[in-house]
């Protein structure tokens, strides 16, 4: 079970910072795009220390880590404020897409979602996690998406107060994952993502 959603994680993580990559490159900043992270190829996209993390939190039960983040120069935009919250949302976004596509197989295709074969377990876990990433990442804290695209959303003196809880944002996630408070603020958004994706 545990390499299965380490697997899942990998190529999920990997479409998650190609959304970034590609959106950003759409935008006019081909930072990204010039340090090879326009792809879905998950080597590309590992952070080792986030590789650790995952397998031991997947081995707790809870596989979630991180993947290296894509460079982004926000200067190279047209708009700074506007795109980089773009950018920030294409992740999430690419997330919910997975597992709206996972939805669609499982209506169309229900047997190959049976969990007594590696790879109805794995398409399960697919479904699962995508929106389990989605959900996670638009907490509006930082380093998550969701931080970048509240600034976006703020006018600018909000948005440079915003700016200033960033340096806490890690110690947040942390606080929040050994408290349980993190399930707690998860599932609300996961049950609007199962509204959007039909499984609601």
Not at 65 to 82: D, E, L, M, S
Not at 149 to 156: A, N, R, T
Not at 171 to 197: A, Y
Request: charged content about 10%; hydrophobic content about 55%.
């Amino acid at each position: 079970m545990v390499p299965l959603w380490i697997i899942a994680f990998l190529i999920s993580a990997a479409f998650h910072e190609a959304a970034h990559a590609w959106t950003a490159y759409k935008l006019g900043d081909d930072t990204a795009a010039n340090a090879g992270r326009m792809t879905i190829n998950p080597l590309v996209h590992i952070d080792p220390m986030g590789l650790i993390f995952l397998i031991i939190m997947a081995a707790s039960g809870f596989g979630i880590g991180w993947a290296k983040p894509v460079p982004i120069n926000p200067y190279n935009f047209r708009n700074p404020r506007r795109d980089n919250m773009l950018v920030a949302l294409s992740g999430p976004v690419s997330n919910i897409i997975l597992a709206a596509f996972f939805v669609l197989l499982f209506k169309l295709f229900p047997g190959l979602f049976d969990t007594d074969n590696r790879v109805g377990i794995l398409f399960v876990i697919f479904l699962q996690l995508n929106m389990i990433l989605a959900a996670f990442n638009l907490l509006p804290i930082h380093p998550l998406d969701g931080s970048h695209i509240v600034e976006g959303i703020l006018p600018d003196p909000l948005a440079d107060l915003w700016q200033k809880t960033y340096p806490f944002g890690f110690i947040i996630l942390i606080l929040l994952l050994i408290s349980g408070g993190l399930s707690i603020l998860i599932e609300p958004m996961l049950r609007f993502i199962s509204l959007i994706i039909g499984l609601g």
